[in-house]
Structures are given as structure tokens and as C-alpha cells.
């Protein structure tokens, strides 16, 4: 079945960089995402990644993935105390293997803890 | 523009009884999504509605039911609950292309069950 791993934990200091890895398994996933989620709160979508692309930036955000070794990461510049929280990466799950447009398979979350 | 509702909050129930969960979509979004998230599970996908129809269904067995009214709006149910049904039920609407899945989720319902 399909499989989204993510590392439990990181650290960092404020103004580092931060970097959240995720290995998933399908191979046809055709957009992987990155959502975040504080203490609280639901998931919000931080930014999603075609397949055949391989960066994307949107201001803080950076997103790399390597399709061949399907590895997805997530670099937040200058990590401020309010990225703290957990951060999911999640793909879809193909058609031909049930998915639809509401079913995403998630990672269990990495919790970013930001240190002043 | 109202993001997505869920009620109620929080609650408390006991085992054997049942539970009705509610989830008000954005305005416009036909698709309703629902999730469990677990501390040992995490987020595990339970059924997706669209127009009325079950459009997709996870791995939960058949005491976990939900269904879609003609305005979009969403509730799943819970029958002879059991401790291990304990999570945080979240919703997510979206509108269908064929593009990007981009789910809006609301901030949940935490269920507690005793």
C-alpha cells in the first residue's frame, strides 16, 4: 500500500534554516504537499508540488522533490518562533487504486520546534 | 469568505453510545472530505462526499458512517463507540478539478470517549 514517512522531530534556532524531509512510496503521485497544523487547529495547506517539477519557491518556502529516489523536503528560510508546529507531507492516492480528489495519504507529521 | 465549520468542538461520550459529527464546507465547495487523526495512526482518510454521493470510503469499519445534504453540508456518525474511536475528527472541503487536491480543513471535533 502506499506509504508517507516523515522523521518525528527537529530542532532549530531562530533565524536557522529548517528542513522537514518525507520519503513517499507511489511513484504516480501527481502532486505532493506540504500542510501545517498548531496546537488547536486543523491542517492548513502551506504549498503542493506537481510531479515533474522539481523546486518550487514560494517566499520562506522552498520545496525539492527527487522523483527517482521519491523524496520530498521542505525548507523554511529564517525560522521564526510561529513556525512552530507539526508539518505533514501527503500525496494522493492514484485513481486506479481508489484515491479520489478528497483522499490524501499522509505522513504522521514532523514536529518543528523552534528555540529563540 | 467563512472557512470551514465544524461542531461540536469538543465532547465527551461513553462507550456503546453514538456520536453525530457536523462539517459546514466554504461556500461553493461540493466536495467534503473526512479524517481521523490519532497520536498512533495520525491522519487517516474515512470518506468523501460530493453531491450527495459517497465518492470514496477508507479502511474504518461500517459503525463509522457519514452522509451529504443538498447544501454541501456534511455529517459523519459514530455508532457503539468504543475508546479507541478517541481522535480528532477533521473535515476538508474542496472543489473538484483536475489539478492539485487542495483540501481546506476545518479545526475539527475532538472526541473523548470514556
Known amino acids: 500500500g502506499e506509504d508517507v514517512e516523515q522523521s518525528l522531530f527537529l530542532s532549530v534556532r531562530e533565524g536557522d534554516s529548517s528542513v522537514i524531509n518525507c520519503t513517499y512510496t507511489?511513484?504516480?503521485?501527481?502532486?505532493l504537499y506540504w500542510y501545517k497544523q498548531e496546537p488547536g487547529a486543523g491542517l492548513q495547506l502551506l504549498t503542493y508540488?506537481?510531479?515533474?517539477?522539481d523546486m518550487k519557491q514560494d517566499q520562506r518556502l522552498t520545496v525539492l522533490l527527487n522523483k527517482k529516489d521519491k523524496h520530498l523536503s521542505l525548507r523554511i528560510a529564517d525560522t521564526q518562533t510561529g513556525d512552530s508546529a507539526i508539518y505533514f507531507c501527503?500525496?494522493?492516492?492514484?485513481?486506479?487504486?481508489?484515491?479520489?480528489?478528497?483522499?490524501?495519504?499522509f505522513g504522521k507529521g514532523t514536529k518543528l520546534s523552534v528555540k529563540p | 469568505k467563512a472557512g470551514v465549520t465544524q461542531t461540536p468542538r469538543y465532547l465527551i461520550k461513553t462507550r456503546g453510545q453514538q456520536v453525530t459529527l457536523s462539517c459546514s464546507p466554504i461556500?461553493?465547495?461540493?466536495?467534503v472530505s473526512w479524517y481521523q487523526q490519532t497520536p498512533g495512526q495520525g491522519l487517516q482518510f474515512l470518506f468523501e462526499?460530493?453531491?450527495?454521493?459517497?465518492?470514496n470510503k477508507g479502511n474504518f469499519p461500517g459503525r463509522f458512517s457519514g452522509r451529504q445534504f443538498s447544501n454541501s453540508r456534511s455529517e459523519m456518525n459514530v455508532s457503539t463507540l468504543e475508546l479507541g474511536d478517541s481522535a480528532l475528527y477533521l473535515c476538508?472541503?474542496?472543489?473538484?478539478?483536475?489539478?492539485?487536491?487542495?483540501?481546506?480543513f476545518g479545526a475539527g471535533s475532538r472526541l473523548t470517549v470514556l
Open positions: 462526499y460530493f453531491s450527495e454521493t459517497q465518492r
Open positions: 461556500s461553493g465547495h461540493r466536495s
Open positions: 507511489d511513484s504516480s503521485s501527481t502532486y
Open positions: 501527503a500525496e494522493s492516492q492514484p485513481m486506479n487504486y481508489g484515491g479520489s480528489q478528497g483522499n490524501l495519504i
Open positions: 476538508a472541503s474542496s472543489i473538484p478539478t483536475s489539478g492539485a487536491n487542495v483540501l481546506t
Open positions: 508540488i506537481f510531479s515533474n517539477m
